[in-house]
Structure formats: structure tokens, C-alpha cells
């Protein structure tokens, strides 16, 4: 799959080229950052009428997850909606495309700053998740240990380009916005700086999940 | 058509001034519709278009906005109210005259809508603001006369189309309006009229002398490549004591900026000199016009930003450093010179490196034979028209087959089709997506029978869009608090990105250090640093005409250049003697390695654009044959591609053929359609423009606009965007024509030389900028060669 497989407070996680996190043990998918609704919020807020094919774009790609990794468990890490509303909006086409994924498989939406209250869509929704030792919620919280959140959209420059990333220490990981209308924040943001030891990974996104210092030294 | 106020005509003949005939003829044509002016520099040329205003305004008119003035620089519209204002004063008529800019204050904008002059200077982009308010109509009531300055520098670009919709809105609201361009020279008159509006008749004035213009000697030669003509500096300052007043051109505001340090240090004298250029803070450029009407500099270090008609004092010699590229543009500069009608204006011409003296001797025997370049345009790209049915959406409600009418009473616009209209309006009104519709939320909505803004708060972000020049992302430079936080300029965000603390660079001629980021500010401290590294400003990127490049090739082809310096006929010999002479007949390809990396040549002759499409098609080709390019760069005459392995043999890869099915091949995937499909985005309103207060609300909301093409690409390919975008890269950046004539040209005739080293004249090519990356499998092996690298580095792997 060209994942980067590492170690995280004992389990075995895999950080998979699209920008998911997969915990094969416990068969579970974890996705943050989706935004389903992004364009749909724009043109309600009278901006730019965007292609409407974002969240289409997003649950194709994490359908493709879901079939090559067979988990039966999936955590949405926040901010899976735009707004609340946005889940409300959803075409009939993404609507469908999202119960087919849902169908079978145990749903967990924890809630992110876009999304903050429960949605009419299935699933179970959690303010934040505790599986073995291991804390998943929206925004990292400078105490925790064992942590696996979003929020930021980490990017990362190497030779020339930029790509979304997760950031993994021993305490935290810190996933890549997985939405397709996503931006992102570079690695040596103050927010991230400050969150992430001094060994930091960076491991960026693309063909395949490629790791490198999160801090670059220079030559 | 009323004389002149006789207080006015007394003013003049108490200055010693007589009207030119051309003036005298605008003065009695002022009663037709339409009139466009060609005269050369120095003629007057600004005058003749007020001429008849003066004279129907009088010495005491009527409050209201009687003419329109319409310049493509801020600075011309502020130099020409001051012009203007010396008669009108000197003649004590009570005629106002304001200008109005992106520069003008909020509070004297808003006076003006309520309450305009009786002349109004000002652009085409905040023309189309002002039309954009409901209360358009009162604002430009009784108007009688357009003025448009410089028109065939507007004409060059979506500028030009814009205001030419402007205008004939304009008419609709003011019945009878007349219009006059006035412009210099230009090899098409015809064609200008057209694009000025059908029925506009051309009144010719005389041409004046021709210019005395010469390559500047040096002792020291030219660098081998590279520009900013930093080895000339000495004769360039003694040049600079002999004369009065001289202006020294760049092509480039990174060039300007290192010249202009790089004059003071040599500069032991202390002569005045400023620098002007577009990157710099507002009150820094005032401050140098200022300095230069009061006549109080001996030089200024300029670029484009000085190109256009201003009329500043006593310049009595123009230097243009670096090549022309293109020989109208250098005609306009020289006309700089000598602001006197019948007096010729003197004119040296700097080349940077050795490849530019050719090109300077080229464009020296063009402008001798008053050969003039000039590519046709085609009819006005559609993006502008979907931004202009925002605009009149702000406005109010509007009629579609009236809209359709106006749009097509532009001369750009006068065969618009219907479809292609409808296309525009859906595409504005609903996104035009064809999978999946905005039903609640469109932009436009059809109410009895009108179209007009579904939400009328979207016509404050539509406003703060307006414009079709699109700016690479600047951020502010500021000194730290405790040196005073003077602004000193912008630099693009990218080349902010890459600086850190410590770093020097070069803004407004000071070398400063960079402190760091506040908020969207880059704080910088004075540094006594002599050897900075450069600012890359986005100055504008000229490409050689295909006239110079016709007659280049002439000079290259002869046996030996007398007339050219000595070492500069070596470097050619050279050439000839390690490679070979590129020429009309053949293709050179050159192949050799350097720095690590595999590197290709192509010496096609065939302009920067098709040299640029030579480079897509090929590293895609190369792609295909498992040769990893890693990325190209395109001049004027050739395309260097870089890669991880050597061309040994050319094989198949210049197949025209399989070039041309190439080509809609790379046409989905690359790097220089994404960034035209940001521009065509921008300026038809798909994308906003990155706003400075919007930014600060967080990077992660914004995202690249690559994004939405690949997803457009994907879901809708036949969608108005992705045409527009095919359109234009088809008709401006690909020039695919000229590929196909230069294999006509050349036939089978490829010659391929693999060298041990960088050939001569191949070296310019290393110091081009706008380096093309190619995302293939050669990236994706330097990435990983490059992370696994800093992993060991950091002791991590």
C-alpha cells in the first residue's frame, strides 16, 4: 500500500500515501479534516460558485481506502462536515456514496471545530475516543500523550514542492486534512512548533507516504 | 466646435507656445464620434486630446463631469493633472481636474461619485469600480468625452478589453459620448481604430527625427551571461555627469534594484539618483517623481513603470540596460529623451551579457529601418466578459439581450456569438457545472425578466475583484519598530517563504536583514552588509519579438561580426568551434552533463512561448522514454531541460506527430495550464484574489487552485473554465504555430552534439528564471533520495 509503518505508544499504525492513518490490529481507518460540504457553504455564503465535486472527490478516495485496507472500523477526526448545515446539504449522489461506506462498518464522527454538534447522518458521534491508551480527538492538547489528532493540515517542503503530511512524535500524531478543498499549514507554523518534540517525523503525502525530519537541518 | 477660451490662447502665446497642426486638427475634428491620434513622443500628444474639452468647458462651466481620462499607469494620471493643471491655472479657468486611482483615499472617492470634476483622470480598473455602483448613472450624467492615453499599450493585454466593455457601458449610460486614443507609434493603425470602436477615423501626425541611438562602449566586456549590466558601471555614471537629466531602463525591478545599489557605491560623487519601479512603498515613488519635476535629480533607476508618457523635466539621455526584446517598446523608451517635438532624443543602449549585444544589434538596425513588431490579437478572451457581468450585476438589474448588445458594441467583443454569451452568463449565474447544479444558491437569479445578484452582499467581495491584473502574492517589507517601521516595498511571498533569519536582501537599493514574519509584514533591519542575496521580484517577463529573433539569426549566420565588440564575435566563434552555429535551415540539440544533473538544449529559434510549449512536450515525451526530466526553462531562442539521465540519441522524441498527440496530453496534466487556469479563474470570478485582511483569518482555509483544476479535470472536463484555459494557453503561451513552422523550417535536419560542458551559448539559459517543474517518476526518485538524506542527517534513519 505504500504506507510508512511505525510505532506509536505500543501499536502498530500505518500512515497510507492519501493522507489516512490505518491501525491494522484493530482493522480500523482513521480520516481528518474531510470538509464534506466545502463548496456548497461557499456559494451559500455568496462567494464563488466552486466545482461542487469536493465531497464526491473525498469519499471516492476514502471508499479506495476502505477497500484496499478492509476496515471495518472508521474514526472521522473532526471537522468531517464544513458546517453543520453542510451535512444537511449533502446531494443525493454524496448521501448515497456515504451510506454505502457507512454501511457494515462501525461509524465514529468526533467532533471538530467546523462541526461541533451531532449530525442527522448515522454513526456515533464523540467529543473524543479512548481506544487502549490511545486518545483520538479534533485538536491536540499540549499535555496529552498517546494522541492521534487533525486540525492543523500540516504541509511539508521537500526539494521543491509541498505536501500535506502527518507529524508524529512519541507523544502525538497529527494527521493531514484528507478533504480535496484543503489548504494547509507549514510545518514550521508556531502551533506546530511548539506541539511537536524535537524528533519530529514529518511524513508527506502523495505516490507514497515518504518520511522525513519535520525540522530540516540546513546545510 | 467652440475656439479655446481666449484668456487660454493668451496664456499660450505669453508661454511662446503654438499649436502643432495635429493639435489644431484635434482641436477642429473635436465634433466626431470617434478619433484616434497617432503621434510620436514629444508631439504633444496628451494636449491634443484636452484641446477640444478646454474649449467646450470654457472659462466658466457648468458643474458635472464633462471628460473622462483614462491612463494605464497611476503615475501618468497623477503627471498629467499636474500638466494640465498649468494651463487651466495659468489661464485662471475654472475648470477641475482630479484623478482618481487605486491610490485615491476612501473619502475622496466617495466625493467624487457624488460630486466629479469636469475632468476626471483615472484607469481602467477603477473605471469599472465606479460603474459597478448603482449610482453609476448620476455620477457620469452628462458626460461628453473619453480620453484614452497610451491605447496601444492597453490593447496589449485584457486590460485594454475590459475597458473597452467599460466604455461601451459608458455609452449606453451616456448617449453620444465621443471617444480619442491617443497613442505613439504603432505598426497597425487600422487595427487600433477597430479596437477602439467601429466608425474611429486616424489623424496621423508627422513623425519626428529620427533617434540618435548607439551601443554604450566599455572597457570592461560584458559577463558571459546574466544581466543588470553591472560591468558598464563606470562609463554608465560618466554618461550620467554628462548630461542633464538621464533615465536608466531595466527590464526587470530585481535588476533595477541591484543596478541602482550597485550605481551608489561606485557613485563617489554623490550625484543625485533615485530608483522608481512598481514593487516599491507609495510614498517612496512619489517622492522620487516629486524630486524629478522639481529637477532635482541627475538619474533615475527605472523599469516599465516610467515606460509611458510621463513628462518629467529635462531628460536629455535614455540608457537601456539589457536587450530591448522588443523594438516598439524601444522606440517608447528612447521617445523619453528629449521632450521636444522635431528634436531628436538620444538613446544608449547596455547590453547585459554577451548573447544580448547580438540582440541589441538587432534591434539598433530595426529601429534604423523603422521596422516596427507587432503580433495581431485575437478577439477578447471571455473571462473578461464574465467579470464584467458581475460588475453590471453590482450595478443593478440588467436585460440580457441589452447586455449582449453593449458587449458587443466593443471592439474586442463585436463578434461575440450568442452561445458564447450564454455560455459566460451561465457560467456567472450558476457555476455552469454540468453534474451537479447550485439550485438554492446561485450568483444571479431571473427576476422579471432581469438578472441581478441573488445575494446583494456579494457585490462587496465581486468590487474588491475587479481587475484582470493578476499580482503573483506580495507581502509588505517593513523596517522593525525601533527603525522607525518604514515601508520600503513588497517581495513575492514565495521568495519570503525561503528567506530565514539573518538572510540579506536587496529592497529600494538598501541591503537589509531579515528578522522574521509579523503577521503578513516582513520585518527587516538596515544592514551595513555589502554582498546581499537577491530579492526575485516578478518584474515583467518580455519576450523577444519575432522580428528580432528573424533578424538574430540573420547576424548569427554570417561568416564574421565586424560590428560587433571583439569578445563577443570570440563567444560566437566559439561556439562554432566546440558545437555549432544554430541556424534557420536546421535544429541544434546539444547534450551534456553538468552540476550532477543530465541537460538537453534545444536551440529552436521559435520565441520564448513555443520554446516554453517545446519544453512540455518534451519532457513528457522524455517521461515516456523512461529518461527522467526533472524540469525545463524556456528563453527566447532555445528550451534547456534538465533530468537525471543523458540523451543520447534522439530516437523518436522529436516526432511532430507524436509531438501534437502529445500535446493534448500534456495539456491536461502541467504545471502552465494550472497557473493560466488561476488567472482565468481570478479574473472571471471563480477564485477570489487573495486579500490581506483574508488571509489573516488562517492558511489552512485557503488552498491551491491546482486543486480545483485537477478536480474540474476530473468531473466536468468540458466545463467553460477548462476551455477558457485551453483557449488561452493555445493562443498565447503555446503558440504550437510556430513549432509547426520551425519542423517546416528545419525538415528532418535535427542535429544532436553531446559536449563534455556547458556549449556558449547555452550558459545564458542556467541564469533564466521561470523554472518549469516536471512531476514525473525523476521528482519522486529525488524526493525520496532527498528525505532518506535528511534522515540520516538528523540521525533519524
Known sequence: MNGYDFNFAGHGLTALPSGALFWAARGLLCVSDLHLGKSERLARRGGGLLPPYDSLATLSRLSDDLDRTGAGRVICLGDSFDDLAAGAALGEAERQTLMRLMAGREWVWVEGNHDPGPLDIGGSHRAELWIEQLVFRHQAESRSAAEISGHYHPKQRLAGTARPCFLLDEKRVILPAYGTYTGGLFCDAPELDRLMGPGALAILTGSRALPCPMRPRRA | ?797
Open chain 2, 1 to 797: 466646435m467652440p475656439d479655446l477660451p481666449a484668456r487660454l490662447i493668451e496664456w499660450f502665446a505669453a508661454q511662446g507656445w503654438a499649436l502643432h497642426s495635429h493639435q489644431q486638427a484635434m482641436l477642429d475634428l473635436g465634433d466626431r464620434s470617434s478619433t484616434l491620434l497617432i503621434a510620436p513622443t514629444g508631439g504633444g500628444k496628451t494636449l491634443s486630446g484636452f484641446l477640444p474639452s478646454l474649449a467646450e468647458l470654457g472659462e466658466t462651466p457648468e458643474a458635472g463631469l464633462h471628460t473622462l481620462y483614462i491612463s494605464p499607469l497611476k503615475a501618468l494620471a497623477a503627471d498629467i493633472r499636474r500638466n494640465l493643471r498649468r494651463p487651466i491655472e495659468g489661464a485662471g479657468l475654472a475648470i477641475r481636474v482630479e484623478d482618481r486611482t487605486g491610490d485615491t483615499s476612501y473619502t475622496q472617492r466617495r466625493r467624487q461619485r457624488a460630486d466629479p470634476p469636469h475632468i476626471l483622470l483615472t484607469t481602467p480598473e477603477s473605471l469599472a469600480l465606479m460603474l459597478s455602483y448603482p449610482d453609476a448613472g448620476r455620477t457620469f450624467a452628462g458626460l461628453q468625452r473619453v480620453v484614452v492615453d497610451e491605447i496601444h499599450a492597453l490593447a496589449e493585454s485584457r486590460r485594454g478589453d475590459q475597458l473597452m466593455l467599460c466604455l461601451a457601458r459608458l455609452e449606453r449610460l451616456c448617449p453620444g459620448l465621443r471617444r480619442v486614443g491617443l497613442s505613439a507609434t504603432v505598426e497597425d493603425p487600422p487595427a487600433l481604430a477597430r479596437f477602439l470602436g467601429a466608425g474611429t477615423e486616424i489623424l496621423l501626425a508627422e513623425a519626428g527625427p529620427d533617434p540618435d541611438i548607439s551601443m554604450l562602449e566599455t572597457e570592461t566586456a560584458p559577463p558571459w551571461a546574466g544581466g543588470g549590466g553591472r560591468y558598464a558601471i563606470g562609463e554608465i555614471l560618466e554618461q550620467v555627469k554628462a548630461h542633464r537629466t538621464t533615465l536608466i531602463f531595466h527590464n526587470t525591478r530585481a535588476q533595477a534594484e541591484i543596478f541602482f545599489h550597485e550605481l551608489w557605491q561606485a557613485n563617489t560623487e554623490n550625484l543625485p539618483i533615485g530608483i522608481h519601479h512598481g514593487s516599491l512603498a507609495r510614498e517612496q515613488r512619489e517622492r522620487v517623481e516629486q524630486a524629478m519635476v522639481e529637477g532635482r535629480l541627475r538619474a533615475v533607476v527605472c523599469t516599465g513603470s516610467l515606460d509611458l508618457g510621463i513628462d518629467w523635466g529635462d531628460v536629455d539621455l535614455v540608457i537601456q540596460v539589457g536587450a530591448p526584446k522588443n523594438v516598439k517598446r524601444l522606440v517608447q523608451r528612447i521617445g523619453r529623451a528629449n521632450h521636444r517635438y522635431n528634436a531628436p532624443s538620444k538613446a544608449l543602449l547596455v547590453p547585459a551579457n554577451r548573447w544580448e549585444i547580438v540582440e541589441c544589434q538587432a534591434a539598433l538596425e530595426a529601429v534604423k529601418a523603422h521596422d516596427l513588431d507587432g503580433e495581431p490579437r485575437g478577439p477578447g478572451p471571455r473571462d473578461v466578459v464574465c467579470q464584467h457581468m458581475l460588475m453590471v450585476a453590482c450595478a443593478g438589474p440588467f436585460e440580457e439581450k441589452a447586455l449582449l448588445a453593449e458587449i458587443r458594441g466593443a471592439g474586442p467583443y463585436a463578434d461575440l456569438s450568442r452561445a458564447e454569451f450564454d455560455d459566460c452568463l451561465n457560467f456567472v449565474a450558476t457555476g455552469g457545472y454540468a453534474l451537479r447544479a447550485y439550485d438554492r444558491w446561485q450568483r444571479l437569479m431571473q427576476r422579471d425578466g432581469l438578472w441581478q445578484l441573488r445575494d446583494p452582499r456579494a457585490a462587496s467581495v465581486i468590487r474588491q475583484n475587479l481587475g484582470t491584473i493578476i499580482d503573483t502574492e506580495t507581502l509588505k517589507v517593513r523596517l522593525k519598530g525601533r527603525f522607525g517601521g518604514l515601508a520600503l516595498g513588497e517581495v513575492e511571498e514565495s521568495f519570503a517563504a525561503s528567506l530565514t533569519p539573518g538572510d540579506t536582501f536587496l529592497i529600494g537599493g538598501k541591503v537589509v536583514r531579515y528578522e522574521g514574519l509579523n503577521e503578513l509584514t516582513v520585518e527587516v533591519t538596515p544592514s551595513p552588509g555589502r554582498d546581499p542575496k537577491v530579492a526575485v521580484f516578478s518584474g515583467t517577463k518580455f519576450a523577444t519579438s519575432t522580428l528580432l529573433t528573424r533578424r538574430i539569426l540573420e547576424i548569427l549566420a554570417q561568416d564574421s561580426w565586424p560590428e560587433l565588440p571583439a569578445h563577443t564575435a570570440e563567444w560566437l566563434d566559439l561556439q562554432r568551434r566546440v558545437s555549432r552555429m544554430p541556424e534557420a535551415e536546421s535544429l541544434l540539440v546539444e547534450s551534456f552533463p553538468y552540476e550532477g544533473r543530465e541537460h538537453l538544449c534545444v536551440h529552436g529559434f521559435a520565441g520564448r512561448n513555443a520554446q516554453q510549449t517545446l519544453g512540455l512536450i518534451l519532457t513528457k515525451r522524455m517521461e515516456e522514454e523512461g529518461l527522467a526530466p526533472l524540469g525545463f526553462v524556456a528563453s527566447d531562442y532555445a528550451t534547456l531541460i534538465w533530468g537525471l539521465d543523458p540523451v543520447l540519441e534522439l530516437g523518436q522524441l522529436f516526432d511532430l506527430a507524436r509531438m501534437r498527440d502529445g500535446l493534448e496530453g500534456w495539456l491536461q496534466g502541467n504545471a502552465l495550464m494550472k497557473r493560466t487556469f488561476r488567472t482565468v479563474g481570478v479574473i472571471s470570478g471563480l477564485i477570489e484574489r487573495q486579500h490581506q485582511g483574508r488571509r489573516k483569518s488562517g492558511r489552512q482555509a485557503t488552498f491551491s487552485s491546482d486543486i480545483l483544476y485537477d478536480t474540474l479535470r476530473r468531473f466536468d472536463p468540458d466545463h467553460l473554465m477548462l476551455r477558457l484555459t485551453r483557449d488561452e494557453v493555445m493562443r498565447g503561451m503555446v503558440d504550437f504555430g510556430r513549432i509547426e513552422e520551425l519542423f517546416a523550417r528545419v525538415g528532418d535536419r535535427i542535429d544532436l552534439r553531446r559536449l563534455e560542458r556547458v556549449p556558449p551559448l547555452a550558459a545564458p539559459l542556467f541564469l533564466e528564471v521561470g523554472k518549469v517543474p516536471v512531476q514525473g517518476e525523476g521528482r519522486e526518485r529525488l524526493l525520496a533520495v532527498q528525505a532518506e538524506r535528511l534522515m540520516q542527517a538528523a540521525g533519524l534513519a
